[in-house]
Nanobody, 121 residues
Framework: QVQLVESGGGLVQPGGSLRLSCAAS????????MGWYRQAPEKGRELVAF???????NYADSVKGRFTISRDNAKNTVYLQMNSLKPEDTAVYYC???????????????WGQGTQVTVSS
């Protein structure tokens, strides 16, 4: 089982920056894709960005050029650098990780508890 703990959320003015972190812990064989999702009030959860173990990245169109996802495989940690934040970025941000318990098991997925990001003046 993989536990994910997010940190770094908060209140920021439009145009500001925040950096989210998500650390994975527990017993697992490997972690493949790690990503960030967000859910705004009365909206569904949407993908923000994900990164493979090899460093390949993918972003939602709404955050391209403003957000950067990165990871430290040695620390089992994924980061989301958010720049030029807009009020519409306000949401609860969730970390997600796909992992294997062992080389013989099917992939599993784990979610963090979420961290609130509020962009407001």
């Amino acid at each position: 089982q993989v536990q994910l703990v997010e940190s770094g959320g908060g209140l920021v003015q439009p145009g500001g920056s925040l950096r989210l972190s998500c650390a994975a812990s527990g017993t697992f064989f490997s972690i493949s894709v790690m990503g960030w999702y967000r859910q705004a009030p009365e909206k569904g959860r949407e993908l923000v960005a994900f990164i493979s173990s090899g460093g390949s990245t993918n972003y939602a169109d709404s955050v391209k050029g403003r957000f950067t996802i990165s990871r430290d495989n040695a620390k089992n940690t994924v980061y989301l650098q958010m720049n030029s934040l807009k009020p519409e970025d306000t949401a609860v941000y969730y970390c997600n990780a796909d992992y294997l318990r062992s080389a013989a098991n099917a992939p599993l997925s784990s979610w963090g508890q979420g961290t609130q990001v509020t962009v407001s003046s």
